[in-house]
């Protein structure tokens, strides 16, 4: 008598984002197939998704999201570098004034970002993921709830574009559809309660505009001038994306907020005219994109009690956080790898919560670097400072002044902002020492352009003062 064939296993992945996509490519070897259920269309090529708001503002990847990916898909960051981004190493290609001064171009780099567009980003990691076999899209379609209950969840019901709902049946379901996420709703209709959620609102705006750089932008560096928090104002950047362009971003509180209509006017107002006088030669190539979203969000699912097996949420599914750190690709990315390696060994039991958990610790670093910041705008709600909060804003002030002149010091605040280690970096005795003894070097007065940068900008006619 022969043996019956096992059923095919099938995970099913809410929305064809790129946290979408990246759970797809964690979780594709632990099961026959993938299905990404997609509301839209999605485009063939470096072309703008649907349901992606924030693709109109700054979108680098940082070296622990970008690490992270190059695991899950090999040679992804390489074949983003073919298509025009820039690798940008840390500082040492980076002309940055912070609210302590400027930082210094260190020769030695320890970590680095991905300069590009949005949309070449999630081209690059789609195309990489749909080439294999046993992933597909299912566009056009909506996931509508979930089937199961309180202890498994065994699938979803989806809504076609028609309005038919059908059922589909999955072994492992994955939300990554992003703010939006209804998994808190649905978690209620099974019968899973008591699930805290955090807000927290500074009230920053930010405004984008993609610009056409008067200078070729491979190997030209990321410009950043930050707010300094003692006074009013704002804050600018200017990142080298493919296609020679700029992709430039501001943002500030209510009372310093970007508008459209005063986008260059606003980079004269910020506390050093650098962004201005560069923008100066730079031809405007798209409108200006203006977002009032910049809410802290999270959900604590790994603190749930009851958590049903066969679902998993990642991404801003999770946590969403204020875009301007620039950390939402790279938490996704830990947290699909961290998925990765816990799918390694198939779909056994207690894998849901188990990921969830794991999910949760990238949130936890971003969430605190985001969140360390936004509660000491007078203007955020959710949250106000405690003792606890302001001491720690302090010291990481006096931090950001020593690594102006400390490659120490620079190198740790560095490997912590990219999400390469977390926070306790910070504490460490060789680092407490460097921060008690302040910048060893001198501090420098002004942009930190390199010799050849400074010609090239004269030769496109760009004044600097």
């Keep these: ?53 924030q693709a109109a503002h700054v979108h680098p990847l940082l070296s622990g999201g970008a690490d992270a990916i190059e695991a899950l898909l090999p040679g992804t960051v390489g074949q983003l570098v073919a298509a025009g981004a820039n690798r940008v190493p840390m500082t040492t290609n980076m002309v940055y004034l912070s609210a302590e001064g400027w930082y210094r171009r260190w020769r030695r780099n320890t970590q680095y970002l991905i300069a590009a567009g949005r949309d070449l980003t999630d081209h690059v990691v789609r195309r990489q993921v749909l080439a294999d076999p046993r992933v597909g899209v299912r566009a056009h379609c909506r996931v509508v709830g979930l089937l199961g209950g ?97 992709h430039v971003s501001f943002y500030g509180p209510p009372g310093a907020q970007p ?40 959900h604590y699912y790994e603190r749930l009690g009851n958590w049903p097996e066969g679902l998993i949420a990642l991404g801003d599914s999770v946590a969403a956080f204020n875009p301007i750190y620039g950390q939402g690709m790279s938490v996704a990315a830990q947290g699909a790898l961290a998925l990765r390696r816990l799918t390694a060994g198939g779909l056994t039991d207690g894998l849901a919560r188990r990921a969830q958990r794991a999910i949760a610790r990238p949130v936890d670093v971003a969430w605190s670097l985001a969140v360390g910041q936004d509660v000491h705008y007078p203007t955020t709600e959710g949250k106000r400072p405690n003792l606890g909060d302001r001491l720690l804003h302090r010291y990481v002030s006096r931090l950001s002044y020593t ?62 003062t």
């Design 1 to 53: 008598m022969t043996e019956p064939r096992p059923q095919p296993t099938r995970a099913v992945v809410i929305g064809g984002s790129l946290a979408g996509m990246l759970a797809a490519a964690a979780v594709k070897d632990a099961v026959d197939a993938v299905e990404i259920i997609e509301a839209h269309e999605l485009p063939a090529g470096p072309e703008p998704r649907t349901g992606v708001p």
């Design 150 to 246: 309180r202890g498994r969840v065994t699938g979803v019901r989806l809504r076609a574009a028609d309005g038919t709902e059908t059922e589909l049946a999955a072994d492992l379901v994955v939300d990554a559809s992003g703010r939006s996420s209804r998994t808190p709703r649905w978690l209620a209709e099974l019968g899973v309660t008591g699930l805290a959620e955090d807000r927290i609102e500074s009230g920053l705006a930010y405004a984008s505009r993609i610009y056409r750089a008067p200078v070729a932008t491979d190997g030209w560096p990321v410009v950043n001038v930050l707010a300094d928090p003692r006074r009013p104002g704002g804050a600018g950047t200017i990142v080298p994306i493919e296609g020679d362009r700029w």
């Design 259 to 298: 508008t459209a209509d005063a986008f260059e006017a606003y980079a004269r107002g910020l506390r050093h005219p650098l962004v201005a006088e560069l923008l100066a030669r730079a031809e405007p190539l798209t409108d200006v994109t203006v977002t009032h979203t910049t809410t802290n969000r999270r």
């Design 403 to 464: 690594a102006i002149g400390s490659f120490r010091v620079a190198t740790a605040l560095t490997e912590v902002l990219t999400l390469q280690a977390p926070p306790a970096v910070l504490v460490r005795p060789d680092v407490l020492l460097a921060a008690a003894l302040g910048p060893r070097r001198p501090l420098t007065n002004g942009p930190t352009f390199t010799p050849d940068e400074r010609r090239r900008l004269e030769g496109a006619g760009v004044p600097l």
